[in-house]
């Protein structure tokens, strides 16, 4: 039985400018965006001190409340094993995109594997909303709202696109905040914490999935958490959970 609306036939008629603007926003939820976005943070974070009072520790932290979402989704995925709409795997690129540019605006627009619950929808809850609460530009209830904002965009776009249904990226913003609220409870935002959960949460993704991405998340998460916490207790001779 689906578990949509109709959002498939409604993506399908949406004009082909519609559709490349949403794959556009969609890449904001994208990994290699996201981490994109932690690394440029932490070279724009040198030069303007006033985002943050501890540069490194915070986009350490987010690096890690991104594998943790990503891995607990993977997880999810594999719990639920629901497919996504009809032709989410497929799409014709426009005729005014040339040829060289087909490839990218096939993976732009289309969705493969698993669809419930989003992970777009998921990760941007978490990592901007971590984002909100670790840096200190604005305040932070303006700093919430742009969060609250970008997620709410992305999550549109995988259901304009036809990747996902409604209750999918309803579901996956849903655990993104409580998994952000989690995290934060349980690590007071230490980065040393933060990644000693997202490893854990990765051997689950690797152990359920067995994929090749999951087994690279793992590792990150497990490789950055040993350096991280040899480096914290060099630097500060002390117990690296106080991190």
């Given at each position: 039985m689906s578990r949509g609306f109709g959002e498939a036939q409604f993506a399908s008629q949406l004009p082909e400018a519609v559709t490349a603007i949403a794959g556009l926003v969609t890449q904001l939820g994208d990994m290699w965006f996201v981490v994109v976005g932690i690394c440029a943070l932490y070279v724009m974070g040198t030069r303007y001190r006033s985002l943050?009072?501890?540069?490194?520790?915070?986009c350490v932290y987010l690096l890690a409340l991104t594998v943790g979402a990503y891995s607990l989704t993977v997880v999810l995925k594999h719990v639920f094993g629901l497919p996504r709409p009809p032709g989410a795997?497929?799409?014709?690129p426009p005729t005014w995109i040339p040829a060289i540019g087909h490839a990218a605006y096939e993976s732009m627009v289309t969705?493969?594997?698993f669809g419930f619950p989003s992970g777009h929808a998921l990760k941007t809850t978490a990592v901007y909303g971590g984002a909100a609460f670790a840096l200190d530009f604005w305040d932070?209830?303006?700093r919430l709202a742009l969060a609250g904002v970008l997620s709410t965009l992305v999550a549109a776009s995988r259901v304009f696109l036809g990747v996902h249904y409604v209750v999918d990226v309803v579901f996956g913003s849903v655990v993104g905040v409580a998994f952000l609220a989690g995290v934060i409870r349980l690590t007071d935002q230490r980065p040393t914490r933060a990644l000693a959960l997202s490893t854990v949460l990765g051997g689950l993704a690797f152990a359920t999935s067995g994929t090749s991405k999951s087994g690279l998340a793992f590792a990150a998460a497990a490789i950055g958490f040993v350096v991280w916490a040899a480096t914290d207790r060099l630097a500060v001779g002390a117990d690296p959970v106080e991190r």
């Open positions: 943050t009072e501890s540069l490194t520790d915070d795997a497929t799409a014709t969705g493969d594997g932070r209830p303006r």
